[in-house]
Every structure is written in structure tokens, then in C-alpha cells.
């Protein structure tokens, strides 16, 4: 999923301010009955963090020449580093390239849920100009850039959305393990699911809608899901507002024992 271009400017320095979700997250050392100074503390706090534990210790190679560039990560309830990806637009087509800052821990931080956070850069930045938008795990339905696969950003025989659904079915049928119910009784028709494509592009929770099938299909998709995960199955997230994020997928999938 990586990809590497010719780069030249480099992008400096860097700082945050915020948007601020209803979830409750704030450093200790900031706790305040004022919620604007609160939020203000806390701002800054994580504005050096990152700077301090992330940016500068990335390749300055990885920040020159990019358009709209974001660096987004995933911060667990006791304060660790789930994942952390750098995005970027280039030629009308986005890239997201790995981190390497899982499992560190932003000491002192508290929050009650699971946040997404998204660092944005820009070119002429200024102390007060870049953003970082924390919120809660939030999931979208519809976004402006929907997940997608390298091999289907380009393809000329069918649509994008459908090339990359058609990628995923294929290699969700490469790990079902079909139940002895389900080939006793040649089960075939279509599991409606919903799967959620995290913003780093891995495969996140998959939720049954309905038991049309029955006889273990349903049981045999969550599995072959379940394995791809462990296979580190990744496709490019969906973006929205040049940010990558979690989006859900709603899909129908075509169960045949025959095939």
C-alpha cells in the first residue's frame, strides 16, 4: 500500500489548535472547571506530543511535495497509539503510508472512548494554522471518496466501487471454510453485512444484518472475515474532506456452495 515519488519542499514547522467532539478526553495537568481553558491546555499538550513522538521523527523525505497531506491516528482508552497512517493526494489519486508509533503511550492522557485524531499540513503554515480534529470513533456512511484497491483506481471495465467490491468477495471466498450443513444442503443466495473499513485501511467489525441462509453460512463469512483480518487484508480507506476515516460498506454477498 506504500508509495514513494519524487519529492522538494520540505514542510515546517508544525502546530495545532481544534475541534473538539462531545466525547471527554483532556490531559491531567489540564483539568479545569473553565472548558475553554481546558480545551485550550489540551490542545497544546497534544499539539508537543505529536510534534515531539511523531513528527520529528519522521524521514523529512515523507513530508515534502505533498498534496493535501494528513497524518492520522487512532488513540485506545488508556492512551496508546492503536495505529498512525500519513495520507496524501497526488495526481488525483490518494496514498497512505504506515507510521511506525503503535503502542506508544501518551502519558498523562485521558480519554473515555476510542478518538480518531487527523493532523492536517499545509504549506504556508503558521503557529495557529494547522488542525487537528479529535473525535470519538465515528463512522461514515457516504463519503466523498469511498475504499477502494490500487488494482481499481484505473480500470476501464467497470466502476471503481464495484471493481473493489469484487476484489473483496474474492478474497473473502478464497478463506470460507463451507459447514457439512451447508453443503449437505447446496445453500446459495446473497448475506447482507455490513463491513467497516477503518481509516488506516485495515478491516474493522463486521455485523450480520439478517439470517437469510442459515445451515452456517452466515457463521462461515464472519470467519472468512475474521481470517482475512489476520492476513492484513488492507484496501485505501475512504476519504472525506482530503482526511481519511472509517467508513461502513453495505454489502450483499453472493454464498454458493455450487461454485
Do not use: H
Not at 22 to 49: G, H, L, P, V
Not at 69 to 95: H, M, P
Not at 204 to 217: C, R, S, W
Amino acid at each position: 500500500m506504500q508509495k514513494f515519488i519524487i519529492l522538494i519542499f520540505i514542510i515546517l514547522p508544525f502546530c495545532l489548535n481544534g475541534q473538539f467532539s462531545s466525547t471527554k478526553y483532556y490531559f491531567e495537568k489540564c483539568k479545569d472547571k473553565n472548558k475553554i481553558q481546558e480545551e485550550k491546555c489540551t490542545n497544546a499538550e497534544m499539539s508537543k506530543w505529536i510534534y515531539d513522538n511523531i513528527i520529528k521523527k519522521i524521514p523529512q523525505t515523507d513530508l515534502k511535495d505533498k498534496k493535501k497531506l494528513a497524518l492520522s491516528i487512532k488513540i485506545d482508552t488508556l492512551g496508546i497509539i492503536n495505529n498512525c497512517v500519513l495520507s496524501w493526494k497526488e495526481n488525483n489519486r490518494y496514498f497512505i503510508k504506515d507510521i511506525p508509533v503503535k503502542n506508544n503511550k501518551i502519558v498523562g492522557f485521558i480519554t473515555e472512548s476510542l478518538l480518531n485524531a487527523t493532523y492536517t499540513f499545509n504549506e504556508t503554515l503558521t503557529p495557529d494554522e494547522s488542525l487537528v480534529y479529535i473525535r470519538d470513533n465515528e463512522i461514515f456512511k457516504i463519503v466523498e471518496i469511498m475504499p477502494s484497491l490500487d488494482s481499481c483506481l484505473f480500470t476501464a471495465d467497470m466502476k471503481v466501487n464495484d471493481c473493489a467490491k469484487s476484489a473483496l468477495f474474492s478474497a473473502i471466498k478464497k478463506n470460507i471454510v463451507y459447514s457439512k450443513e451447508a453443503k449437505e444442503n447446496n445453500v446459495s443466495g446473497k448475506i447482507p453485512f455490513g463491513l467497516v473499513i477503518d481509516l488506516d485501511g485495515c478491516l474493522g467489525d463486521v455485523n450480520i444484518y439478517k439470517q437469510t441462509l442459515g445451515n452456517g453460512a452466515e457463521e462461515a463469512l464472519v470467519r472468512a472475515i475474521q481470517e482475512l483480518k489476520k492476513q492484513k487484508f488492507r484496501v485505501l480507506p475512504g476519504f472525506q474532506r482530503s482526511k481519511p476515516v472509517n467508513v461502513l460498506l453495505t454489502l450483499q454477498y453472493p454464498f454458493d456452495i455450487s461454485k
